[in-house]
């Protein structure tokens, strides 16, 4: 199992940036999809973002709308967020997930229930 540990989040105006990672240690395996979820007030865990191992691939959700940006640091295996144009809509919870498969299904940003490994979550509070 994969072990995810997030860091980064906390509190910004709307329109400010955040710069979300996630380091990955533990059983790590030849493959695997990666990303971010979030968990809004009154909303079900959504994906923000996936990425493949070999980093590439990358996969958003519709309302990311080319304001964030996901990357994979192989050699510290790193995953990062980059989010820009923060909207208030945008506070909550981010989780940083992952799977070992080798694909990064669209499915996972619609529906995280087959993501198996999760970190704690880093909180995200934009201010309007």
């Known amino acids: 199992q994969m072990q995810l540990t997030e860091s980064g989040g906390g509190s910004v105006e709307a329109g400010g940036s955040l710069r979300l990672s996630c380091t990955v240690s533990?059983?790590?395996?030849?493959?695997?999809?990666i990303g971010w979820f979030r968990q809004t007030p009154g909303n079900q865990r959504e994906g923000v973002a996936l990425?493949?191992?070999?980093?590439?691939?990358?996969k958003y959700g519709d309302f990311v709308k080319g304001r964030f940006t996901i990357s994979l640091d192989r050699t510290t295996h790193t995953l990062h967020l980059q989010m820009n144009s923060l909207k208030f809509e945008d506070s909550g919870m981010y989780y940083c997930?992952?799977?070992?498969?080798?694909?990064?299904?669209?499915?996972?940003?619609?529906?995280?229930?087959?993501?198996?490994?999760w970190g704690q979550g880093t909180r995200v509070t934009v201010s309007s």
């Open positions: 533990g059983h790590i395996p030849a493959w695997y999809c």
């Open positions: 997930g992952a799977v070992a498969k080798q694909v990064c299904w669209t499915k996972y940003l619609e529906d995280p229930s087959d993501v198996t490994d």
């Open positions: 990425i493949r191992d070999e980093g590439i691939s990358e």
